[in-house]
């Protein structure tokens, strides 16, 4: 398994969150691997055509036919199923841009974005032309850096509300950001779900959710009921509910069979 990160330019970090690069082969990998959404939209560059992308409870199921993709408003969980191997590249985009970058998506699913504006389809070529190497993620910041964008005064707020919670690790109330900000819950929550397409209390319970999942993955021996105490919940219906929205199973379920990939990544 190959899995490499980087953040971009200074400059592009305003509206990129970050580049990363998977490859897993399935002779030494497990051929089905979880996603977590993180309500950070992806610019998705797919290698493989032979894979499967499942999600919801009961699964459902759709074949990969895409190049390039972003994946929108469909239900926990997900999981990837290949045959051979998986290779992809990301760009993981500022929750505050997602609207920018997606408010002309009418329909959920494996969203084919090769023709968008931005013509992801020249980058495509440079990215799988040879192989990996850190000169990739240049490519990246090069192409990126051709599109003019500033954030507006909306996307700003998002942008200070959205790191304010990751600061709080998502243990913080809608009331709370309200007196924090000094702007009416009403007033967050539609702004809010704007930007980001995804609403406030949603983004919350991720930020919180993945936090304590992070966690928990690397410190197998502290007990779950201890990790939900630090992380503010003192109502075990309540944790697994929250829990159950973000990964779309119960926490027993999901960390009796942590995988690898899930590890590194």
């Known amino acids: 398994m190959i899995i490499q990160a980087s953040l971009p330019s200074k400059k592009l970090y305003s509206f990129i969150k970050e580049y990363y690069f ?49 994946i929108h408003d469909l239900k926990p969980p997900y999981k990837i199923s290949f045959e051979d191997s998986l290779t992809f590249f990301t760009i993981k985009l500022q929750p505050w841009v997602n609207h920018h970058f997606f408010s002309w998506i009418r329909e959920n699913g494996i969203i084919d974005i090769e023709n968008m504006g931005i013509d992801p389809g020249s980058l495509y070529k440079k990215v799988f032309e040879k192989e990996f190497s850190e000169e990739t993620f240049e490519l990246a910041n090069i192409f990126m850096s051709q599109h003019d964008f500033e954030l507006t005064s909306t996307m700003e707020l998002v942008r200070s509300i959205c790191e304010y919670i990751q600061q709080k690790k998502g243990v913080i109330s809608v009331s709370q950001l309200s007196e924090h900000f000094g702007k ?36 197998s021996q502290i007990a779950l009921t201890e990790v939900c105490y630090e992380y503010g919940y003192f109502d075990q219906a309540h944790f697994i509910n929250d829990f159950k929205k973000v990964c779309g199973m119960s926490p027993g379920k999901f960390f009796s069979d942590l995988p690898e990939f899930l590890l590194r990544h």
Do not use: W
Request: net charge positive.
């Open 22 to 70: 998977i490859e897993i082969n399935s002779k030494s990998e497990s051929r089905q691997n979880p996603i977590i959404d993180d309500c950070h939209y992806d610019l998705v560059f797919f290698k493989e055509a032979k894979a499967r992308f499942f999600y919801g409870n009961p699964a459902k199921k759709i074949d990969f036919r895409k190049r390039i993709f972003t």
């Open 184 to 219: 009416s819950r009403q007033y967050l929550n539609r702004t809010f779900k704007n930007e980001v397409m995804y609403s406030l209390k949603y983004y919350i319970t991720m930020v919180r959710i993945l936090n304590l999942v992070k966690f928990k993955a690397s410190h």
